[in-house]
């Protein structure tokens, strides 16, 4: 994807979703990883600049974000509507966040692992980056433990429980499916566009 498209598609999703969001504290909550990835994505571009396709999945994880952050995840209008359909309980776009949350770092960690010789062995590569993914989405399920602490009941639409018991764990749980079905999926693709590179800037790249 062209920088300039990928910018242009960033910034106009960043003000829509900032426009009149739900709730201001969860809007901040949520589209506050995706300006953070943005800004490490823009600052490394040069000294490590990745693939495509890392870049096309950051861009839509960080349009998820940006979504969930305008309508709160509890609210977003589609999954009120496929919740109708399908019989949900709740509005189930939380699980497609963490989902992403899975899915896309772990081609990012995938990356820099390849490209930079760290763990050699399909297997291996495979269990690092799984464990990677899924010790982050433990770690995100402590801080929106530690926000709610601190904010009490003005964290209740970041946390986006909806009443269900086994949220945090469902959670960590779609994030490893996410990441395992990103190495199923994409790990061919994602070769092809890595020897692309280093046949453009060289064998360290």
């Not at 829509?16 to 969860?26: C, E, F, L, R």
């Not at 974000?65 to 977003?76: D, F, R, S």
């Not at 429980?161 to 490893?176: E, I, K």
């Not at 079905?181 to 994409?186: G, I, N, R, V, Y």
């Amino acid at each position: 994807m062209h920088k300039l498209l990928w910018v242009l598609i960033f910034t106009g999703c960043l003000i829509w979703s900032a426009y009149h969001p739900k709730d201001p504290m969860t809007w901040w909550l949520e589209v506050l990883p995706a300006l953070l990835g943005a800004l490490l994505l823009a600052v490394t571009y040069r000294r490590f600049t990745f693939t495509r396709l890392v870049y096309g999945l950051a861009l839509v994880h960080c349009v998820i974000l940006m979504i969930g952050g305008h309508y709160t995840y509890a609210e977003v209008p589609f999954f009120n509507t496929l919740g109708d359909y399908f019989g949900w309980q709740r509005n189930n776009y939380d699980k497609l966040g963490h989902f992403a949350q899975g899915f896309v770092p772990a081609m990012v960690v995938r990356e820099f692992v390849v490209r930079n010789h760290l763990i050699f062995g399909r297997l291996w590569q495979f269990v690092f980056i799984t464990s990677f993914c899924l010790a982050f989405s433990a770690f995100y399920e402590l801080i929106e433990w530690w926000v709610a602490a601190a904010t009490g009941e003005g964290a209740e639409a970041f946390l986006g429980t909806q009443g269900y018991a086994w949220d945090t764990q469902s959670d960590m749980a779609f994030a490893l499916f996410g990441a395992t079905s990103a190495l199923l999926l994409l790990s061919g693709i994602h070769n092809r566009q890595i020897e692309q590179k280093r046949s453009l800037y060289g064998r360290t790249q």
